[in-house]
């Protein structure tokens, strides 16, 4: 019998949870925690094998480590993470991984190409990226960004210096891009092997060259999958648009105001269409204490701003993976807060519901969907 469940998966600061619905996304089931507990950064639904689900984990005792469930998370268990007995490296990174430089943190799992099915890319801090070729047994780092030239200029932002950010283009799997705080966007067109960082025109307002080729502290990328050429970016120093995949960028957040934010996030079923949430630069949270997410349409240029709920008696925050969509039509748009909240609309930002659960404070949100993972 065919799955035909929504679930939206949580990794939050006292373990991850997985939210489980109908097609019609209105009434919620929550399971968990799953790494009760743990710092749970980020859950990875493998669509290449429906059921399977990563995630990274990162603990004050034990260190990070990655676990793997292979029934949509009833049971987990732990898997290699690079740095433990079982990994071997190809090269030596520079100030990467390794035993003068162990990892801090996992950021981000990807699952990786259709026609690689047991691939899978991990991004940590200090900021490198490591390949597994084996659902994460064994794991190489990639020399062609972990020893880029570059690599003296990059410095840690806030949440430390991450690799946060890995996208694969669904037309070229040999054309990846990666975003690293605060470093910029690098993108390669050979699986890895070259690396060029594009952050043509984005600033960085906090280093003395506000244009520099590498530096710039960006918070997440998003590809639009109807148009690979087309990514969105959410940096410390605004909001921009590229339509030439990264090789120049254009600001379009300064209307709102104060485009600081963490978190962008784009829909199968909405081409040309990304949704932000700027948050006040110095508290990082929404102003005005409602919560409010902004619509973004290429097609006329023009933001709106969507709106849920009363003001909250303090102030919501995200986490820079704490916003992500569905893959259905119409598209389905969740966004976790720092203070717990799960916010849910089912109709591309429409209107909006909140699952009724007060979680931990949330990192981040990811979905499988019945038309990506049935």
Not at 28 to 40: A, I, L, M, N, S
Not at 131 to 150: C, K, L, Y
Not at 310 to 333: N, S
Request: with cysteine; hydrophobic share 35%.
């Amino acid at each position: 019998m065919r799955d035909r469940s929504v679930r939206v998966w949580l990794g939050t600061r006292k373990g991850g949870y997985v939210v489980e619905g109908d097609v019609r996304r209105r009434r919620w089931k929550v399971k968990g925690p799953f790494q009760e507990g743990r710092d749970v950064f980020h859950v990875a639904p493998d669509p290449r094998h429906p059921g399977t689900v990563y995630a990274a984990v990162n603990d004050g005792w034990w260190g990070p480590l990655l676990v793997r469930s292979r029934n949509w998370g009833t049971k987990w268990t732990e898997v290699s993470t690079p740095g433990t007995p079982r990994f071997r490296q190809r090269k030596p990174p520079v100030e990467a991984p390794s035993a003068s430089f162990p990892i801090k943190n996992l950021w981000h799992l990807e699952p990786g190409p259709e026609g690689e099915p047991r691939s899978i890319f991990l991004g940590v801090d200090p900021a490198s990226l490591w390949r597994s070729d084996d659902e994460g047994a064994h794991w190489s780092g990639v020399p062609g960004i972990n020893d880029h030239s570059t690599r003296a200029s990059w410095n840690p932002g806030a949440g430390g210096m991450c690799l946060h950010t890995i996208l694969i283009d669904p037309e070229n799997p040999r054309r990846m891009y990666v975003g690293i705080s605060a470093a910029g966007t690098f993108r390669t067109e050979d699986g890895g092997e070259h690396w060029r960082p594009l952050n043509r025109n984005v600033r960085a307002d906090f280093l003395p060259e506000k244009y520099p080729q590498v530096g710039q502290c960006v918070h997440k990328v998003a590809l639009d999958t109807a148009d690979p050429a087309t990514l969105y970016r959410q940096d410390h120093c605004g909001i921009y648009v590229s339509h030439d995949r990264a090789e120049t960028w254009t600001r379009i957040g300064k209307p709102l105001g104060d485009d600081f934010g963490m978190v962008v996030a784009c829909a199968p079923a909405l081409p040309g269409t990304a949704f932000f949430a700027p948050l006040k630069g110095q508290s990082r949270v929404i102003a005005g204490g409602r919560f409010r997410i902004y619509r973004w349409k290429d097609a006329d240029r023009r933001w709106t701003a969507l709106s849920a709920g009363p003001r909250f008696p303090g102030a919501y925050g995200m986490h820079r993976e704490g916003m992500a969509t569905d893959g259905l039509d119409p598209a389905g748009v969740y966004v976790g807060t720092t203070t717990g909240q799960l916010f849910q609309s089912a109709n591309a930002g429409r209107t909006w519901g909140l699952v009724p659960y007060q979680f931990p404070a949330i990192h981040s949100v990811t979905v499988s969907s019945p038309s990506t993972d049935g």
